[in-house]
Each structure stands twice: as C-alpha cells, then as structure tokens.
C-alpha cells in the first residue's frame, strides 16, 4: 500500500501542476499534439458513455443494492458513496473554479472544461468497482483481472473526450490524476476503518 500512497501524493501534485500551467504554451502545446494525434479516432468515441453520469450512478445503486443484500457492509457502502458520490461532488466543484473553457469546436458543450469529468469520474467508478468486486472474490487472478480491465476502460473512457475534442489532453490527465488520489484517500479511510472495528 505504501507504494500507492506515494503514487497517490504524486498524481495530487501533478493534477495542482497542470491546474497552475494549463494556459502556458508547454501544455497548449501538448494539448495541440495529444489533438493531432487522437482527434476523430472514432473507434475510441463510444467509450464516453460509460463515464456518463446517469449511468455511473444508475451502475453504483445496483451495486449500493448488492453490498447491502450480500455482505451488509455499511462501511464499504460508505466508501462507494464516497468515491463515486462525493468524487462527483468535487470535480463538479473544481470546475466552477477554475472556468477553463473547452476547446473550440461546432457545438461544443457549455460548461467548463477542466479536470475531465469523464476522466475523473471515470477512474473513480472503474476503480472502485474493482476493488468492491475483490472484496467479494477469493480467487487473485479473477481480482487481477478485474482491476486490468478496469485499467484499460477508464483509459479509453479518458482518451474518448479528446477524440470527440470535448477536452484538452491535460482536461484528462487532471481528472485521472484527481480520481486516482481521491480514491487512494477513500481506500486508506476504509482500511483505517475495517482495522478498528471490533
């Protein structure tokens, strides 16, 4: 755990970096390159509705559902509502904050831009679902599997809203950068808490 608590600290720093540097001309540039290289790649495009909102949270009430009827543990299902509800919550937040305004394209959204809600949230449901679904199985490769997969979606879910031109390329870096940590913090409080239960 120690080395996700690191990387955890890491990805904080960096999601505070790019909110300081994303107008200076380093990160436009890379936001003109990551556009170059991803924008129209249509077969990436359909992964954004999996980070949608309705169905994010429309997919955590039936697992809220599960955890209540299999394990009845409330701890755990205040750590779902925690990543995945309070997460929400936050980069809902940070956008209003910030104002970052998204890049210009032919009817392009009106609300703000930065962290990627795609991406933030995206991290936290895939990550989340993996690590509740490894508290229901035994078998560690079915749990290495799990978290792979969840991997490899929240990526794609990412690179979606730069190939649909939704969002700069930092947009994206920000939200897993913000999603990772605050799921990390979220583990540690469920782990603190499990720990000094009777």
Do not use: N
């Not at 104002?99 to 609300?111: G, S």
Request: hydrophobic content about 50%; glycine content about 8%.
């Amino acid at each position: 755990m120690k080395f996700h608590y690191g990387f955890a600290t890491f990805t904080f720093v960096v999601f505070c970096i790019l909110w300081m540097t994303f107008e200076t001309p380093v990160i436009k540039a890379f936001d003109q390159q990551a556009s170059d290289l991803l924008f129209g790649i249509d077969v990436i495009t359909p992964f954004h509705y999996l980070g949608e909102t309705k169905v994010i949270f429309g997919v955590s009430l039936i697992v809220l559902l599960i955890i209540w009827v299999r394990l009845r543990d409330y701890k755990l299902m205040f750590f779902v509502f925690l990543t995945i509800g309070v997460g929400y919550g936050s980069y809902q937040f940070l956008k209003r904050v910030v104002e970052r305004p998204r890049p210009e394209i032919v009817d392009q959204l009106t609300t703000f831009s930065f962290p990627s809600g795609h991406a933030t949230h995206g991290i936290l449901f895939l990550l989340t679902l993996a690590f509740v679904f490894s508290e229901f199985v035994k078998s560690k490769k079915a749990s290495q599997v799990a978290w792979g997969v969840a991997i490899i979606i929240f990526v794609l879910i990412g690179l979606s809203r730069i190939t649909e031109g939704r969002h700069f390329a930092s947009d994206v870096l920000a939200g897993w950068a913000l999603g990772y940590t605050w799921f990390t913090l979220c583990t540690w409080w469920y782990k603190i808490s499990i720990r000094k239960s009777p």
